[in-house]
């Protein structure tokens, strides 16, 4: 059975301070997807992953990928209020296309 | 409009009802899933379905049945709902020839079973 870890769970961060969230996934897979969910809303894709050492950016966040390790982070630099929201990695198995999620880390970045 | 519209958007209902929860897109996508978010659960996999004739069990299926009646128009059914079906249920795309292959989702479907 695949399983797909994050932690932390809950995470909250004053403004202007960094941190890593971590998500660790149990079986063989090069396709690592992160999505942000904010309160009541729809996932939306943040970054994709395809390949060992993966790296990718978009303003304060910057996601990796460690196939080796079945490892990826989403590191958050100077937060900011407005990256407040829920982050959940998803792994995708290559036989089948089919998506299983981690359990989600809600960031609550304080002022 | 969306690319990926569910109907209802909020639905309650009492327990043994049969509960219909619809899918459309127009983003032209053969892939199609269906998901059901509970807190602290993340996001769990119910059935999916790669054309019209391809459906598949996801690691959630029991209670649940699915219709695939166009490529843009997959639905969900809850033949007897029950208290613990009570969740919010997230409809997906995504695209066979696409690089990315991710995920585009709709904007849920709240579902409480009374």
């Known amino acids: 059975e695949l399983k797909v870890e994050q932690n932390p769970l809950f995470l909250s961060m004053q403004e202007g301070k960094n941190y890593t969230i971590y998500c660790n996934y149990s079986?063989?897979?090069?396709?690592l997807y992160w999505y942000r969910q904010d309160p009541g809303k729809s996932l939306e894709s943040l970054f994709v992953?395809?390949?060992?050492?993966a790296v990718k950016q978009e303003g304060r966040l910057m996601a990796s990928l460690d196939t080796k390790a079945r490892l990826s982070t989403l590191h958050i630099t100077a937060a900011v209020h407005d990256l407040s929201a829920t982050y959940f990695c998803?792994?995708?198995?290559?036989?089948?296309?089919?998506?299983?999620f981690g359990t989600g880390t809600s960031l609550t970045v304080i002022p | 409009d969306a690319d990926v519209t569910q109907t209802p958007r909020n639905r309650i209902t009492k327990t043994g009802k049969r509960i219909m929860l619809e899918c459309s897109q127009t983003?032209?996508?053969?892939?199609m899933y269906w998901y059901r978010q509970d807190p602290g659960l993340g996001l769990r996999l119910i059935y999916y379905?790669?054309?019209?004739?391809?459906?598949n069990k996801g690691e959630i299926s029991d209670g649940y049945s699915v219709s695939r009646q166009a490529q843009a128009k997959f639905s969900l059914s809850l033949e007897s709902a029950i208290p613990n079906q009570t969740a919010l249920y997230f409809c997906?795309?995504?695209?066979?020839?696409?690089?990315?292959?991710?995920?585009?989702f709709g904007e849920g479907s709240r579902l409480t079973v009374l």
């Open positions: 997906a795309t995504s695209d066979l020839r696409a690089t990315t292959g991710e995920l585009f």
């Open positions: 079986t063989t897979s090069d396709r």
């Open positions: 992953l395809l390949s060992n050492g």
């Open positions: 998803a792994v995708d198995i290559s036989t089948g296309n089919q998506f299983y």
């Open positions: 983003k032209g996508h053969d892939r």
């Open positions: 379905s790669f054309d019209v004739k391809d459906i």
